[in-house]
């Protein structure tokens, strides 16, 4: 089991950039799948990237359509820490955004079985 602790998030204008992270605890870090999901006031949780390490220096990351070209996901193995990066913010990216650890790195929820408790991001008009 790994423990995972979200950090980073805010509030911040339309427009703007925010670094989230999420440090892990427990098993072995990089033999994980890391995802970032968020949830809306109203909605249901939705996918937004994930990541996994695939051998030597090689990462592969997927992402949902509505923050392709704006997010950009990355991770650290010696830090035990993954961080998105979030640019060109809009109001509808206002969100609790989670982080979770699991086998692959799918949109699917059901393949992370470790999730943070969420960190809240806030973009203003």
């Known amino acids: 089991q790994v423990q995972l602790v979200e950090s980073g998030g805010g509030l911040v204008q339309a427009g703007g950039s925010l670094r989230l992270s999420c440090a892990a605890s427990g098993r072995t870090f990089s033999s994980y799948a890391m995802g970032w999901f968020r949830q809306a006031p109203g909605k249901e949780r939705e996918f937004v990237a994930a990541?996994?390490?695939?051998?030597?220096?090689?990462?592969?990351?997927t992402y949902a359509d509505s923050v392709k070209g704006r997010f950009t996901i990355s991770r650290d193995n010696a830090k035990n820490t993954v961080y998105p990066q979030m640019n060109s913010l809009k109001p509808e990216d206002t969100a609790v955004y989670y982080c979770a650890a699991g086998s692959r790195a799918t949109p699917r929820e059901t393949d992370f079985a470790s999730w943070g408790q969420g960190t809240q991001v806030t973009v203003s008009s």
């Open positions: 990541i996994r390490w695939s051998g030597g220096s090689t990462i592969y990351a």
